[in-house]
């Protein structure tokens, strides 16, 4: 695909929370010809997520917290999610270990990874890597909360499984990170029939 994108210019126009920059290209369509495009890209950097399940529970955990571009998209603000956080130079694995501990305050040896995914490639860099691990009464190490100094005030949610789906069904779930981590629980982690279960 390389070969079908020129770059002309690119210019940064903010540096300030993340990177925002406007670039102007060309590039090949299909049908053989150049077309001239621009595009802003904001690059916040690599992320990791996980879902913390118990099986003998049938349980996951989950945070409630305010994000302020929800708010300002006629919501209340306060969206339940999976752990998540910034790579910011760590590997996948120690970043999500680190990160749901910090929020849930459940210590996790063995995480597993189960995709990767662009969760808004249209215009924003970020490449998401989702993990899932079991948890039980004895990983709570701490009360979770988050990091004070990076302004969250991360509430800790533990849900029945049937509960949680039925909170994306509701509208109660709108976080799509989580959406896609319940799924994928509900179809491979709690499913009966599965014989991995």
Known sequence: MAERVRIHQVETLSDDWYVLKKTTFDLLRNDGTWQRQ????????????????????????????????????NHSGLLIEAAAGLLDEATPEDRVKAEVEEETGYRVDHVRKIFEAFMSPGSVTEKLHFFVAEYKGSSKVTHGGGNRTEGEDIEVIELPIKEAIKAIESGAIEDGKTIMLLQYAAMHLFDEGNPHV
Do not use: C, H, K
């Not at 621009?38 to 996951?60: C, F, H, K, M, P």
């Open 38 to 73: 621009s595009r802003e890209t904001y690059d916040r950097g690599n992320g990791a997520t996980i879902l913390l399940y118990n099986l003998a529970q049938r349980t996951v955990v989950l945070t409630r917290q305010f994000r302020f571009p929800a708010f300002v998209n």
